[in-house]
């Protein structure tokens, strides 16, 4: 249970304060490193390139990582230098890449996930990056592991990895003339995001306008009345990509514009209700925010934890003027079930807040400890929250 009154008086403080949280600003991509400019390959008129030649990556810039140590973590090699990762770390990665659904690993499988102190040389990471791809892999850096306090959630790291996962769709689908002028040395950098005729598609279905004629370097800008999923999506066509697959694949398609979670759809061939089997739902123009407060029911949790090594709480602020409890809660409830979780939100006995509370279990055997927290409704006075916040306890 909430330990004290003082926690309800302290919530707006918290959730609107310097904890609040956007995984996305942490989050940033890069394209590949500096293409050859000596060295030329001919091909027959009919012929594609195979992006999945070691010896055409080389020619792209794609580097060839320094490994001394391989961990399989589920379906993905997870591949270093120096000294091996900690299992929690592996175990961490293994848990995540499982949720990653079968449609998206088809088109966007990593030759190697690789753990690495730092970017390769010939990188344009962003200097606050903690994970981005490179050609078919992707690097994890030690702050992929440290997004939270205590280290990472798999929400945190399923979000990273997933936005890395959209950048080697971009590279596997770079066009063959975009291919064949880095080889020929037009191209001072390959770049995913330019080169990528999944972007082209992405940017025709999404708002974003290529304002030059030069197709090899395109200057993407968006189209008055579009919206991106989050602001950095607004970067480019990639990012916003990238960004609107994260929040799909983790269940939060209600938060990504309409027109982007149509594209993944049919890009991927299964409805967003398909590709977020299991995982959380919250309400369109919600956000993720942090509290440093266990907003939850600690003894209920604690009890069904039992033989589990991970409890890690995700909260969204539910936006003013929408349903609120019962009706709010019946809705989580009926969201939940759809993606083939079994368990039902009840009111919990309260007198300062109306709450509702209860289990949901996952196919995998894990489960959510779900509450609401229905504060406009609450007689307690100020100093509380404006706005409904729902709490996702993961359990795995």
């Not at 290529?210 to 197709?215: I, V």
Request: net charge negative; proline share 7%.
């Amino acid at each position: 249970m909430v330990r004290t009154r003082a926690i309800l008086h302290s919530m707006k403080r918290i959730l609107r304060g310097a904890a609040l949280l956007v995984l996305a600003l942490v989050i940033q991509a890069c394209g590949l490193g500096q293409s050859s400019s000596t060295t030329t390959l001919s091909r027959l008129p009919d012929q594609d390139f195979d992006l999945s030649d070691p010896e055409l990556q080389i020619l792209l810039g794609v580097p060839e990582p320094t490994i001394d140590w391989a961990r399989r973590a589920g379906r993905v090699e997870f591949v270093g230098a120096g000294s091996p990762p900690p299992p929690a770390d592996i175990d961490l990665l293994t848990s995540v890449v499982a949720e990653v659904p079968a449609a998206l690993d088809k088109v966007a499988a990593p030759r190697w996930v690789i753990r690495a102190n730092s970017s390769p040389a010939n990188s344009a990471t962003h200097p606050q990056a903690v994970a981005f791809a490179f050609g078919p892999d992707v690097y994890l850096l030690d702050g992929s592991f440290e997004l939270s306090r205590g280290g990472s959630t798999r929400f945190d790291l399923a979000r990273a990895y997933i936005h890395e996962l959209a950048h080697i769709a971009q590279y596997r689908t770079l066009s063959d003339d975009y291919v064949l002028a880095a080889l020929d040395g037009r191209l001072e950098r390959v770049d995913p995001i330019a080169g990528s005729t999944l972007i082209d598609d992405f940017a025709r279905d999404t708002g974003w306008l290529n304002q030059t004629s030069e197709k090899l370097i395109p200057t993407w800008v968006l189209s008055a009345g579009a919206r991106t999923a989050t602001a950095y999506g607004a970067s480019n066509p990639g990012e916003d990509m990238a960004e609107s697959l994260a929040l799909v694949m983790l269940g939060l398609s209600e938060l990504v514009p309409d027109d982007r979670v149509t594209w993944i759809e049919r890009w991927l061939g299964e409805t967003a209700t398909e590709l977020a089997l299991g995982r959380p739902w919250a309400p369109a123009e919600s956000s993720i925010v942090t509290s440093a407060d266990e907003l939850w029911d600690t003894d209920e949790v604690a009890l069904i934890s039992g033989g589990f090594d991970h409890v890690e709480p995700l909260y969204f602020e539910l936006p003013a003027g929408g349903p609120t409890g019962r009706e709010m809660a019946d809705t989580i409830t009926a969201r939940l079930r759809e993606r083939l979780m079994a368990g039902q939100l009840t009111q919990i006995d309260d007198p300062r807040v109306p709450r509702y509370g209860g289990r949901f279990l996952r196919q995998d055997g894990s489960f959510f400890w779900v509450e609401l927290w229905d504060f406009p409704a609450s007689e307690q006075g100020r100093g509380i929250p404006d706005q409904a916040i729902l709490v996702y306890v993961a359990i795995w």
